[in-house]
């Protein structure tokens, strides 16, 4: 198995490749899922979503109705959320945070959609390096999905015990519960 630096830049390089209109075809297919199992959840509080880097899922949360969407900011090397926001600014790592609305306690939140540079089948993440959703959720007892596309996902991702574990992932191809997948 590569290191996770290696496979970073692997997949990084992958992501890179892809065409303004490929990125917005297989986020059209995450959405579309995500919005299936949204469906499920319905009405059932606060949920942390984000503001998608170029490379990632491009998800409009907020059109996603009967939820309260909450976005990250780092603080501190973990991640606050914030209800209610309008205004968004680009922070450190290219990332938009937001700069209005009302913090919202992480036990306060019914779960999150978290993304990343790959997932591990088993529903393991890896992230960019800095360690923000790992410290944050390590004790989160939520939903957690993550959103990737499909090329992102792999048995050949390397993870280590203390990455955050999904419990759905949701690709252009795919929908994974990996209560299942780690029973295969």
Known sequence: MLEKNDFRKSILAKL????????????????SSLQKL????????SWAGFQSLSTEPQIEF???????????KAENQKLTFWSGSKKFEHADY????????????LDHLTGICVPALAFHADGYRLGRGKGF???TFQNFLGTKIGLCFDFCLSKETPFESHDLKMDYIITDLQVISTASAGEK
């Not at 949204?38 to 509080?45: A, H, I, L, Q």
């Not at 945070?97 to 306690?105: A, C, L, R, S, V």
């Open 62 to 72: 907020q059109t996603i109705k009967d939820i309260d969407w909450c976005y990250p």
């Open 38 to 45: 949204m469906n499920e959840f319905s009405g059932s509080g």
């Open 133 to 135: 959703y790992d410290q």
């Open 16 to 31: 890179r490749l892809m065409t303004e209109s490929e990125i917005s075809q297989k986020s059209q297919r995450i959405f």
């Open 94 to 105: 290219k990332v938009l945070e937001p700069t209005d609305g009302t913090k919202k306690e």
